[in-house]
Every structure is written in C-alpha cells, then in structure tokens.
C-alpha cells in the first residue's frame, strides 16, 4: 500500500510506470502475505517489483512503449515472470521504455518520456529508463530492464541505480520481445549490489523454450561473493574505454580505481584496440537483428491496425508507417540495408568477423585479469529534448556499453558519486562469460 500510495503522488510526474497492476498486486500481496504465515517463504515473497514493457505478462498489456502494440496482451508469461511469481513476487506495473528498446533516454517512447527522478529536468537514459526511475524514487523495491546495447547500465548510470546485464544465455530470453536476439539479456536493477545478486539468482538458469539459454552452475558463489574481500583481484584497465570521456567522469572512475589498488586489488593496462569499431559492428548487428524481429508487426497478429485499406498490401503499410516511430523505422531501413544482396558482405558479414575479434581480445585479457573497470557512459544524464534531433550522436552515447553485449559478456553499473550538477556518474565492471559472482564482488567491495 506504501508502494501505491508512492506511484499515486509521484508516477503522474515521473511517468515511470506506463501500466500500473494495482489490483492484481494487492491480490498477489495477499498471497504472499499467506506464503509467509505458512513459514519457509522464498525471499523475494511479497516484494513490490515492477517490470519493463517490453517482458510479457499474461493477460497484462505489454506494448514496448510502441504504438502498434497498443493495448496487446500477452496470453503467457516471459520466463523471468514465472520465476519471479513463484516466489511470491508482487508487480505493480510495467515501466516506461524507449519504443521497441530503441535509443538512450527513453524519449521514443510513444507515452512520453520518463522523468529523472534525482532531477526531472533530465532524461533517465534508456532504454530501460522507467525501470531506473522507479527504483530510483522507491516507486519498486527493484525492477528488471533489458540490455541490447545498454539499456539497463546507462539508465542505471544516470538515476544512481545499480543494473546488471548478465551473460548472454545466463537468463531465459522467452517472453522478452525481440530486438537484437544475439545481444539481448534481462537482468535487474535495483538499490543495491547484494539485491541485484539475489534477484539475478532468481531468473537465471538454463530454459528450454530459449535455445540459447544454458544452465549455468554457479553454486554457492552468488550468495558467498559479498563476503570476499577484494585483495588480489586483477582489474584490468583500457585505455580505449577512456577516450572521449567526460573529464569529472574519468576522475570519478580513476579515483575508484585507486581505491580498489590501496584494498589489495593489482591493477593492469590492457589494450583493446579493437574496441573502436565496437559502435559500427553494434549498430549493423542490431538493426540487422531488429529488422528481421519486427517483421511480425504486420496488423494481424498483434495490437495496432490501420483503419481504411484498399489490400492487404496496402493495410500492412498504412499499419507499420503509422504504428511505428521515427527511430524504430530508421533502424529498420538501416537493418534491412545491411542485409540486402549486394551490402550483406560489405557490412553484416563484415561486421560478423569484427565480432569475433571484438570476442577474441575480450577472452584474452580475461586470462589475465578478473574484471575490467570502465565507465558506464562518457556523460552524465542529458537535459530533455536534447538527443532526439542528431540520432547519431546519440548512438555515440554507447561506446562504453556496446562492447560488452557484443562480446556476451556480464557486466555491472554501480553508482560513483556525482558530477557538478549532483547527476549521478555510473562506473561498469566487467566480467568473463558467467563471472557474474566476481564482478559483483568487485561492485560490493565499491559500494
Ligand atoms: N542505446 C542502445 C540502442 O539504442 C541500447 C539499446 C538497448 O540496450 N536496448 O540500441
């Protein structure tokens, strides 16, 4: 009831939540409530959560924040949602997003964009902008996003909230709706290192319905790294990561750095030379990827169609020109430019085998470090209504997160203080394939 009370008096300016469930919350509350009399409850019972919308829900509407998946319900739950119900979770609502995921301050949305809740003048970054927001402003005690491109890092980065992307295939991807499925992943956000573990613990694991979802054996190293100190640890630092960055940002980041070498930790210069055609490489796999994925939007099978047609040609126009956004459409057009005859060798296979290199000098430097230390985005949060005029420099934007989805890699955003405005400043780490309990050693021994 707190909860609501909360999402009641801040939601209609913050517009973190796009579709609030508060009748089926108050009934899953006291579900929860019984789970708990009886003893012996899972931990995450009774807990007021929210999830972005673009994770299904049965019987929920769930749009991505696009028009043409207006009032589209869902006749199944995402795997994540299972889990999370099992357990005795309570979903207030569905979060604001960029449409289909697409961008970095949750402008695109076709509700409007969220609001920063540490200072509403300023975008929440995005794509998973409302998923930040909530947390941010206690509107949900944690919520999951999604992370293509960094989409639950950079929103977490700029509203003060720790987001972790876990491995690619560490976490069922049935029910997310598909973006760029080679670099998709759900993972929390929340208010803290040890919640984020626990709510990691919760979705993960291996699903049949998501080929390239494997059951990973983590054993007790989830629940057992918020114990371990840091001394020893090899952080490995590149250069490249650094380049281009917002000169406060990198302060806060090397002073973090130096702290972690005074606990013990030994640090390295790496190089990942192959990181500045991490952008190119992202952005031709994920338009690619996006293009193919939305194909389905046709005005039949789902949500939105168009109300006068001459033919079925002619419906599926009208529906996709005026269900979809600008930026969504771009990415189609760019996606299906770069995987016609005649460009598909010249930019989606090409960018395929700088993928692999990309791949090649992440698993190098794991050999000899534990985690990488970057930060999450070269700025802080942008004022409203800044980015939506130059989409490339807002693509710009992702140099420090795309490298990790490319590679599969799990990776962390924790706060780091605060620039001069008071906008917080995300620091990432990284981690080799399933070292999920390592990087959050690493992000707790910070907090
Ligand atoms: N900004 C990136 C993009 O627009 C990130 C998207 C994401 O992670 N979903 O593609």
Not at 254 to 268: D, S
Not at 387 to 409: F, Q
Not at 428 to 442: C, M, N, V, W, Y
Request: with cysteine; hydrophobic share 35%.
């Amino acid at each position: 009831k707190a909860y609501i009370d909360a999402i009641e008096k801040l939601n209609p300016t913050l517009n973190a939540y796009v579709h609030l469930t508060f009748d089926t919350a108050m009934k899953a509350a006291r579900q929860a409530d019984q789970m708990l009399k009886e003893g012996d409850a899972p931990l995450l019972c009774g807990i007021p959560m929210a999830l972005k919308d673009n994770i299904c829900t049965d019987g929920l509407t769930t749009t991505c924040c696009s028009k043409i998946l207006q009032d589209f319900k869902p006749y199944y739950d995402a795997t994540v949602w299972e889990k999370l119900k099992s357990q005795g979770a309570v979903l207030l609502g569905k979060t604001n997003m960029d449409e289909f995921a697409m961008g970095s301050t949750s402008e695109t949305s076709c509700y409007g964009a969220p609001l920063n809740p540490r200072n509403t003048n300023y975008v929440t970054g995005g794509s998973s902008g409302g998923s930040a927001a909530v947390v941010g402003a206690n509107l949900a005690a944690y919520s999951l996003g999604s992370d293509t491109g960094g989409s639950i890092r950079q929103p977490a980065s700029f509203c003060g909230v720790v987001g972790l992307k876990p491995t690619y295939g560490a976490v069922s991807r049935y029910g997310l709706i598909a973006y760029g499925s080679s670099l998709d992943q759900i993972g929390p956000m929340t208010n803290s290192v040890k919640d984020a573990a626990i709510v990691f613990d919760a979705i993960k694991g291996g699903d049949k319905r998501d080929q390239t979802s494997v059951e990973y054996e983590y054993g007790s190293s989830l629940a057992e790294c918020m114990d371990r100190d840091i001394k020893g640890m090899r952080i490995g630092v590149a250069e490249e990561f650094f380049s281009g960055i917002n000169p406060e940002i990198k302060s806060k980041i090397e002073e973090a750095i130096k702290l972690f070498e005074r606990n013990g930790a030994v640090i390295e210069n790496i190089s990942l030379p192959a990181l500045k055609l991490a952008l190119p490489v992202y952005y031709i796999i994920a338009c690619a990827e996006a293009s193919s994925n939305l194909g389905r939007y046709d005005g039949i099978r789902y949500g939105y169609r168009t109300s006068s047609y001459t033919s079925i040609e002619d419906m599926i126009v009208k529906t996709r020109s005026e269900g979809f956004g600008d930026e969504v459409k771009r990415r189609i057009m760019l996606g299906t430019y770069v995987l016609s005859s005649g460009y598909y060798d010249a930019y989606y296979k090409k960018a395929c085998l700088i993928r692999e290199e990309i791949n090649r000098e992440f698993y190098t430097v794991f050999e000899k470090c534990d985690v990488l230390i970057a930060p999450t985005a070269p700025n802080t949060a942008f004022p409203l209504n800044c980015k939506g005029a130059s989409p490339v420099e807002m693509y710009l934007s992702d140099i420090c997160t795309v490298p990790v989805n490319i590679a599969g890699v799990p990776a962390i955003s924790v706060p780091c203080g605060e620039d001069a405005k008071g906008l917080p400043v995300g620091m990432q780490i990284i981690g080799r394939r399933f070292g999920e309990a390592t990087i959050l050693q690493a992000a707790h021994f910070y907090e």
